[in-house]
């Protein structure tokens, strides 16, 4: 029998189930009733991404509707919270069993609420060692992750637009995981991405969920809906500044071409300032020190999600999670996106967040970002 990477998150919170039954239920003091239905509520809980697998589809984007899925997913992290509580604190409060339930759910709505709310926008400046006069001032509008489901639909898909939109700026950048489901299912919650508008166009670049469902599809609806994909290549909005873009390393082996940060800005010839567009932020070292990238925009991991587990997040991407990362000259940043899965949309101490930079020549004396 071949297993998958999901295969954990559909089967691993049964083992859970019996744990937090025994760490919590059977060591409180309840009545049998309360007993039946405490096991009853837990199981309900964990049992979220078996059921999103058989009987909404996926795992991670079911088409359920939304309220059931962000029940689901309070119920799910509440779960998970009681029972680290119960092997930590319950000694404490064996008599009091709804104090440890209480925090546990109180602390995983917060959670799914982070996940779901609109993100917020946040400027930075920086600076540019002899950066043209033409991008003096130059803002540039960066967009990752949006995660459009069944959970996050088109009216949330509108409020991005519009908050983006809102910023001014020269250009927008979308670097990947735009959707989670079939173009017949997902296509009309998309359809606001057409009204993304800026002086110097609106880029992307694919990520790796791009290549879930319905990929050559999702392909062919970017296309015919006038969508500018950037795959090993670059474009040149304005005299000095070259945009590059390189599809997801996902795009390997499923019709793709294999990323090539090099082939896309052999056309940059002229000493121009070069962003890069890159879904995940892997790369960037190699991407600055061997091809001359000045600013590379990624997104993927989420900013970490939260504590502990942004730990795990930063070493299997090279050591980024999220925000600005300065390279001499250079920058990368990643990031924290601006939704998250259907089936784990929750965030702590980890906004979701529209970056807009505004790069300005350096000042001498200046410790902030040269080139």
């Known amino acids: 029998m071949k297993y998958s990477f999901s295969d954990i998150f559909v089967y691993a919170p049964f083992a859970v189930f019996a744990l937090a039954a025994l760490t919590f239920v059977f060591r409180c003091r309840f009545r049998p009733t309360a007993k039946v239905l405490w096991l009853s509520w837990l199981l309900f809980a964990f049992s979220k991404f078996f059921c999103f ?31 680290l509580l119960s092997l930590v604190f319950l000694p404490r409060f064996r008599g ?41 001032g130059y803002r540039i509008a960066h967009v990752s992750d949006l995660h459009c489901s069944s959970a996050a639909r088109k009216w949330r898909t509108e409020a991005v637009v519009e908050k983006v939109n ?17 173009v017949a299912d997902r296509g009309e919650d998309m359809m606001p991405l057409k009204d993304l508008r800026a002086r110097d166009g609106v880029y992307y670049v694919t990520g790796n969920h791009e290549y879930y469902r319905d990929g050559k599809k999702w392909e062919s609806w970017y296309r015919g809906n006038g969508m500018r994909f950037l795959e090993n290549e670059c474009v040149f909005p304005r005299p000095g500044l070259a945009v590059g873009g390189v599809g997801d390393f996902s795009a390997a082996g499923r019709g793709g071409k294999v990323p090539d940060v090099r082939q896309a800005f052999a056309a940059a010839t002229n000493g121009e300032f070069r962003i890069l567009l890159q879904h995940q932020p892997k790369e960037a070292t190699a991407n600055i020190k061997e091809v001359g990238v000045d600013l590379q925009l990624s997104g993927h991991t989420h900013g970490g999600v939260a504590p502990i587990i942004r730990q795990l997040v930063s070493k299997h ?8 990362y300065r390279y001499g000259d250079s920058v990368l940043y990643v990031s924290p996106g601006v939704g998250q899965w259907a089936g784990f949309p929750i965030r702590f101490f980890n906004p979701s967040e529209i970056a807009v930079f505004r790069l300005v020549k350096h000042r001498e004396g200046s410790r902030g970002n040269g080139r």
């Open 96 to 136: 009091k069993g709804w104090i440890l339930p209480l925090a546990a759910w109180t602390v995983a709505a917060t959670g799914v609420w982070n996940g779901v709310k609109l993100p917020e926008v946040n400027e930075y400046e920086l600076e540019v060692r002899d950066l043209p006069d033409p991008l003096s």
């Open 317 to 324: 991407n090279s050591g980024y999670s999220r925000g600005i």
């Open 53 to 83: 697998r058989h009987l909404g589809g996926n795992a991670f984007y079911p088409e359920f509707p939304a309220l059931l899925i962000y029940f689901w997913d309070v119920a799910y992290s509440g779960a998970v919270v009681l029972f």
């Open 166 to 182: 809102s910023t001014g700026a020269d250009i927008i950048c979308l670097t990947g995981d735009y959707v989670d489901g079939h």
